[in-house]
């Protein structure tokens, strides 16, 4: 003769523990009963943070962050309507069921609510001093998961690894997906918007012409006012075809010596 025992137990589960939906969307956290004998369990659904969980459904009310945007599908199911950033936590369905000798279960599911990315800010340096590394980046905050980043050189990808592509094989710098940052050194990779300065690589050596130029400026302009007072730039030359004698005075007679080629006078006087 066998005997059987049935063991009454409320039980359990889940058709997906770890559910997604994008921003707006609706999705629902299914907490299904396999098995309870209680025609009255007590059904709770709790939210996991780091703060600790908190009540969404309690007494056979939405309650808290989802209050107003959430509804429980017979027995236990919970849909949320209008899932937003906030709502991704694990959460948790408990249910207690008095008459049955196994009285409690509970499952957890991972809810993830997707947020589309939004247009990156870009930093392109527009040049770079010849040899030095250039560090470009593309960053958004507002996607989750966080974004994944892809860098184009005319429209073509730019592959992680320069050795595994014909194209980028002599190319030399560092790209990480996850941050979005590309270094480059030295050449150019993004065509015009990139461009290596070549006139960094001898800057004392402009500095040093400036100063060569502006010291002999400055020596000619000297040079120039002490022609000017000592008469070399006279407008107009003092010579014998065109000097004025002075008008007759009274016993003065004026006399031009031919040897000299100047005037000279002499005295006189008439009795």
């Known amino acids: 003769m066998q005997c059987y025992f049935s063991v009454l137990a409320v039980v359990l589960r889940t058709s997906n523990d770890s559910p997604w939906t994008d921003e707006f969307d609706k999705i629902e956290l299914s907490c299904l009963i396999e098995s309870i004998s209680t025609t009255n369990p007590r059904i709770e659904w709790k939210k996991i943070t780091n703060e600790g969980p908190s009540y969404v459904y309690f007494d ?23 899932a ?34 939004v247009v990156p800010k870009c930093s392109v340096p527009k040049s770079v001093p ?3 590394s250039a560090e470009l980046s593309c960053v958004e905050e507002e996607g989750f998961p966080k974004s994944q980043y892809q ?15 014909l194209k980028f094989f002599n190319s030399s710098y560092a790209l990480n997906a996850e941050t979005g940052t590309l270094v480059r050194v030295g050449a150019d990779i993004l065509g015009r918007q990139l461009m290596v300065r070549e006139d960094d690589i001898d800057l004392l050596g402009i500095i040093l012409g400036v100063l060569v130029v502006v010291i002999v400026l400055l020596c000619i302009t000297v040079g120039i006012c002490c022609a000017y007072k000592q008469g070399y730039f006279s407008s107009q030359k003092q010579t014998g075809n065109n ?4 008008a007759k005075g009274d016993g003065v007679d004026y006399v031009r010596t031919e040897d000299e080629g100047d005037f000279r006078h002499k005295s006189s006087f008439v009795i």
């Open 60 to 82: 056979k009310k939405i309650s808290g962050d989802l209050e107003n945007r959430a509804v429980i599908r017979e027995p236990a199911t919970l849909l949320i309507t209008n």
């Open 84 to 117: 937003t950033r906030s709502d991704t936590a694990k959460y948790r369905c408990e249910v207690t069921a008095a008459d049955d000798q196994k009285s409690f279960d509970e499952i957890v599911i991972d809810l993830v609510v997707r947020v589309k990315p």
């Open 151 to 165: 860098w184009f050189k005319n429209r073509e990808e730019i592959p992680d690894d320069p050795k595994t592509s």
């Open 243 to 246: 000097y004025k004698v002075p």
């Open 130 to 132: 010849f040899g030095k």
